[in-house]
Every structure is written in C-alpha cells, then in structure tokens.
C-alpha cells in the first residue's frame, strides 16, 4: 500500500467536538481508496498562540494510538505548537 500524509485542521474552538468525527472521516476516506489510516505512525499536534493555554485534547478510545507532539517535520519544514521558526532554526543549525 502507498503512503501518504494527511493532514487534519480543526479549529481550537472545535476541538472537542470535531476531532472524533474528523478523524473518521479521514479513516472512512482511507478506506474507500484502498489506503489504511496507521494509528502508530500517525501524530496529533495541537497549536497554541502566544500565551495561550495548553489545551488538551482526548482523542475517541480507538484512535488512543495516534501520540501527541509539540512539533512535526512537513516538507522538510520542523512546525511546533507555538508556531515559531526556534525549532526549525536549530534543526538547520545542527
């Protein structure tokens, strides 16, 4: 099977609501294109503004697999939850 990347963004004042039923949706996609949705390989990243409070999101009880991140590597570009440049700077500096 091929992989790929997909990517889910749920807006923070939706998070509790929408993560279930998006995160099935994507499944249900996966499914109907002869692709498997891998909750081991998979990861959550939540962002956050500045001085914004870390919000915690609970994944449903099947998807417990998928780990959360502060930062992820897209397109050889390093995101964190703050969204500044710091840990993709060090990444190219080291």
């Excluded at 891998?38 to 500045?50: L, Q």
């Amino acid at each position: 099977m091929p992989t790929i990347q997909v990517y889910v963004i749920v807006p923070a004042d939706d998070s509790d609501t929408c993560s279930a039923s998006e995160l099935m949706n994507v499944k249900s996609w996966s499914e109907d294109n002869n692709l498997k949705l891998y909750c081991t390989k998979s990861k959550e990243i939540v962002f956050t503004g500045r001085g914004a409070r870390n919000k915690s999101v609970t994944l449903p009880l099947h998807l417990l697999d998928i780990r959360q991140v502060h930062s992820i590597r897209a397109l050889g570009v390093v995101l964190n939850d703050k969204l500044t440049a710091t840990d993709h700077v060090s990444s190219l500096l080291t």
